[in-house]
């Protein structure tokens, strides 16, 4: 019997710990209403039964063909690319979940995002599982890898409302996940110690995140935003074009910092940007001709259409 499964899954973006949160240091994640929507229909047989079974095997391009030779399948996204908003992760979750339906199995978000872990490693090498999480559960995640058999997170309520806050394209990166993570890893092989001390001071300021987002301590978003891009340049994971226009958007009273994996050579992929006055901010982006996009944070996890 023909069966036919739609299923939807977030991006995201990393509002603080990004690369440390490798190195089981902890990372806030938030989706975003940005989504990968897949389309699965066919027959199960034998033969394409057997790609559905043996899909965390393989790598999520792989993935993507085997499906569409043995099945009607097509994907829809509205994440851009290649720019540190978790689309492939998305499109793993996305995919886990739709096999999970199709073939019937109860929806169990615990094996969707294991299998999406396991498409993710293949794809980016080395990576935290924070994106595929966030990507499956939704909502506010603190986020920590303990070791690669015990990860722990658990699900932020904020106890305030969040301020506007846009992305900002500074360019595709040349680099992919994969070259940042391992380009970090190389500089941490060189000095540890330097690499560790940037890493614990990011914890604080993911800490300090938490605490602000849970109206503990006082703390300034933008004063959050602005030290936390500064540890991220340390971490050498910033072009220079990029954090010049990080400085330009502080000048008129703003702050702003990658999100994701970041980029070298070309682009660093998007900002988060905050700025009190909106308009301010749209200014600066148009004068620079840099796309802009507001984002809502915190919307739903995995779900079927
Ligand atoms: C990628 O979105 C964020 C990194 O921290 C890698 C990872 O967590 O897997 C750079």
Same mark, same amino acid.
């Given at each position: 019997?023909?069966?036919?499964?739609?299923?939807?899954?977030?991006?995201?973006?990393?509002?603080?710990?990004?690369?440390?949160?490798?190195?089981?240091?902890?990372?806030?994640?938030?989706?975003?209403?940005?989504?990968?929507? =897949? @389309? $699965?229909?066919? *027959?199960?047989?034998?033969? #394409?039964? +057997?790609?559905?079974?043996?899909?965390?095997?393989?790598?999520?391009?792989?993935?993507?063909?085997?499906?569409?030779?043995?099945?009607?399948?097509?994907?829809?996204?509205?994440?851009?690319?290649?720019?540190?908003?978790?689309?492939?992760?998305?499109?793993?979750?996305?995919?886990?979940?739709?096999?999970?339906?199709?073939?019937?199995?109860?929806?169990?978000?615990?094996?969707?995002?294991?299998?999406?872990?396991?498409?993710?490693?293949?794809?980016?090498?080395?990576?935290?599982?924070?994106?595929?999480?966030?990507?499956?559960?939704?909502?506010?995640?603190?986020?920590?890898?303990?070791?690669?058999?015990?990860?722990?997170?658990?699900?932020?309520?904020?106890?305030?409302?969040?301020?506007?806050?846009?992305?900002?394209?500074?360019?595709?990166?040349?680099?992919?996940?994969?070259?940042? =993570? @391992? $380009?970090?890893? *190389?500089?941490?092989?060189? #000095?540890? +110690?330097?690499?560790?001390?940037?890493?614990?001071?990011?914890?604080?300021?993911?800490?300090?995140?938490?605490?602000?987002?849970?109206?503990?301590?006082?703390?300034?978003?933008?004063?959050?935003?602005?030290?936390?891009?500064?540890?991220?340049?340390?971490?050498?994971?910033?072009?220079?074009?990029?954090?010049?226009?990080?400085?330009?958007?502080?000048?008129?009273?703003?702050?702003?910092?990658?999100?994701?994996?970041?980029?070298?050579?070309?682009?660093?992929?998007?900002?988060?940007?905050?700025?009190?006055?909106?308009?301010?901010?749209?200014?600066?982006?148009?004068?620079?001709?840099?796309?802009?996009?507001?984002?809502?944070?915190?919307?739903?996890?995995?779900?079927?259409?």
């Amino acid at each position: 019997m023909k069966k036919r499964v739609k299923v939807s899954a977030p991006g995201k973006v990393i509002l603080s710990g990004e690369h440390s949160v490798v190195y089981g240091y902890p990372a806030i994640l938030a989706a975003i209403d940005k989504r990968a929507t =897949v @389309e $699965l229909a066919g *027959t199960i047989s034998g033969t #394409n039964g +057997k790609v559905l079974t043996d899909l965390a095997k393989y790598r999520l391009d792989k993935v993507v063909k085997k499906l569409s030779e043995n099945f009607s399948f097509s994907i829809k996204s509205d994440i851009p690319s290649g720019s540190g908003l978790g689309s492939s992760a998305a499109l793993s979750v996305a995919i886990s979940a739709a096999v999970t339906k199709i073939t019937g199995q109860k929806w169990d978000p615990e094996k969707i995002n294991e299998i999406a872990y396991q498409m993710e490693k293949k794809h980016h090498g080395n990576p935290s599982g924070g994106d595929n999480t966030i990507s499956t559960y939704g909502g506010l995640l603190w986020y920590r890898k303990e070791a690669e058999g015990l990860k722990l997170f658990k699900s932020i309520t904020p106890k305030k409302r969040l301020p506007k806050l846009f992305l900002l394209d500074t360019g595709s990166p040349s680099e992919s996940t994969k070259d940042m =993570v @391992e $380009l970090v890893a *190389t500089s941490r092989q060189k #000095n540890q +110690k330097r690499m560790d001390k940037i890493m614990i001071q990011i914890e604080l300021i993911t800490k300090k995140f938490l605490h602000y987002l849970l109206n503990e301590k006082r703390a300034m978003l933008s004063e959050l935003i602005v030290e936390n891009q500064r540890l991220l340049e340390e971490l050498g994971v910033v072009s220079s074009s990029t954090k010049a226009l990080i400085r330009k958007i502080e000048k008129i009273g703003g702050a702003a910092k990658i999100t994701g994996a970041g980029g070298v050579k070309a682009g660093s992929g998007m900002l988060i940007v905050y700025h009190p006055n909106h308009q301010k901010l749209l200014n600066l982006a148009k004068t620079n001709r840099l796309a802009t996009l507001a984002i809502k944070l915190g919307e739903k996890g995995v779900q079927t259409q």
